[in-house]
């Protein structure tokens, strides 16, 4: 692996921790209804492990009320149980042709409690951002060994690994203080 490729590819990991990050940010409640927070509520679609937005249409009809309407109406009662063992905190109400849930206003307890859940998202994601510096050094110090770069390029290569891990662990402070001020909202 040459020294290009080795930035490359520790730039890449570092987005991708932020990506992942933002991505799980998008499924925790904040009070307004969106579609993101089923996608880890998953049913037992003959015999497969099966997300709820692959079985159901679902909608957003008020801004703080979802709309699940099945595909096959005798799915209705296996959703409902899915979503009943979520962590959503939400209890479905089915009309006969599909399932509403209804967002409540969180209180100042709920919202405290999903900032600390930020908190520790974020703190994550910096672990994975400094554990692809780490191993992107690793390799440029085996690189050293092997005689393939000099000393003077590894000192340069860290500062620039550390440049980039600077940057990415600032995006996910940033990324993270959105999504507080977002929850914190009332």
């Given at each position: 692996m040459s020294v290009h490729q080795i930035l490359q590819d520790a730039e890449h990991r570092m987005k991708a921790a932020i990506d992942a990050m933002t991505h799980d940010f998008g499924t925790y409640r904040t009070g307004r209804a969106t579609t993101t927070v089923l996608e880890r509520v998953h049913i037992d679609y003959y015999g497969t492990?099966?997300?709820?937005?692959?079985?159901?249409?679902?909608?957003?009809?008020?801004?703080?009320?979802?709309?699940?309407?099945?595909?096959?109406?005798?799915?209705i009662p296996l959703i409902e149980r899915a979503i009943l063992k979520s962590d959503l905190g939400i209890s479905p109400v089915n009309d006969g042709g599909g399932i509403r849930l209804n967002f409540p206003q969180m209180t100042e307890d709920r919202r405290k409690e999903m900032v600390k859940q930020v908190h520790a998202r974020i703190e994550?994601?910096?672990?994975?951002?400094?554990?692809?510096?780490?191993?992107?050094?690793?390799?440029?110090?085996?690189?050293?060994?092997?005689?393939?770069?000099?000393?003077?390029?590894?000192?340069?290569?860290?500062?620039?690994?550390?440049k980039h891990t600077d940057h990415f662990v600032a995006e996910a402070d940033e990324v993270g203080k959105k999504k507080?001020?977002?929850?914190?909202t009332v």
């Open positions: 492990d099966t997300p709820v937005s692959q079985v159901a249409n679902i909608s957003v009809p008020e801004p703080r009320q979802l709309y699940i309407q099945p595909y096959d109406k005798s799915m994550q994601a910096r672990i994975a951002i400094r554990n692809v510096r780490r191993d992107a050094i690793d390799h440029l110090k085996a690189l050293e060994k092997k005689k393939e770069i000099t000393e003077d390029e590894v000192k340069g290569n860290e500062a620039k690994v550390q507080e001020a977002e929850l914190m």
